[in-house]
């Protein structure tokens, strides 16, 4: 059963809404509704298009779309009545990220998200100014070895991981940070099972400075968490190390 939200006006409006796409728009375009991309899904199917007002499965929807231009993500709003996408074809990413809303309807393009904020998950108790280097013991792999990078993320989704998956017994924290020095794409997670770099995960040799802390984020699921750290244990036992070179 789905849940038709569009009842309330205003409760649209008060919402913020993204697509993600590797099309070049503009404020005022319109993007219509589509019918699935794979043969198979097609015989009487009807057309959505889909919005999410999650940042981070929009990041994911970008970066996983068709088409060879840079992945982009839009603040939309919709021109008519949006519901809840519960089909699978709507789930993204690992722990339950998703595109969130479908319409039969098309959506208006009032903007485009350019400015991120970068996060870091970890264990550590760290303030404003403070620095994350390079040089520690890793979360993951051997544990005898120093770390030659420092990671950041773009989605607070992966950063969640991130702090939860960090070894110790303090709590997990998320800060926001900026990096000191030049920083590329984390080859752990670019191209491997999804295209691309869709938790826009990142390395730096330079630190990074914290800014502040995320301190209402939500942990994944129990069940979620346990499969990935049976995953990562797997890894290990394959003997499967981070890329650090």
């Not at 499965?57 to 970008?62: D, P, V």
């Amino acid at each position: 059963m789905t849940e038709n939200i569009s009842g309330s006006a205003n409760d649209q409006r008060s919402q913020r809404f993204y697509y993600g796409a590797r099309a070049d728009l503009q404020p005022g375009d319109l993007v219509k509704p589509a019918f699935p991309s794979a043969p198979a899904q097609q015989d009487g199917a009807t057309p959505y298009v889909y919005l999410t007002s999650n940042l981070d499965a929009a990041i994911w929807a970008a970066e996983l779309a068709d088409g060879q231009g840079p992945g982009r993500v839009y603040c939309v709003e919709p021109t008519g009545p949006i519901e809840d996408a519960l089909e699978p074809m709507a789930q993204l990413a690992p722990g339950g990220l998703t595109m969130t809303y479908r319409s039969r309807q098309p959506l208006r393009v009032t903007g485009e998200v350019t400015e991120w904020r970068y996060y870091h998950g970890t264990r550590a108790d760290l303030k404003s100014g403070d620095l994350i280097e390079p040089g520690h013991r890793p979360n993951y792999g051997d544990q005898d070895r120093t770390t030659a990078y420092v990671y950041f993320t773009r989605t607070l989704d992966a950063a969640t991981w991130g702090a939860e998956l960090a070894a110790g017994d303090d709590p997990g924290r998320i800060y926001i940070v900026e990096p000191t020095g030049p920083f590329e794409d984390d080859p752990n997670l670019t191209d491997k099972r999804f295209r691309g770099n869709p938790t826009k995960s990142f390395r730096s040799r330079a630190p990074l400075r914290v800014t502040g802390e995320i301190t209402d984020w939500q942990g994944h699921p129990t069940e979620s968490l346990k499969a990935m750290k049976d995953g990562l244990e797997r890894l290990a036992k394959h003997g499967v190390e981070p890329i650090e070179d």
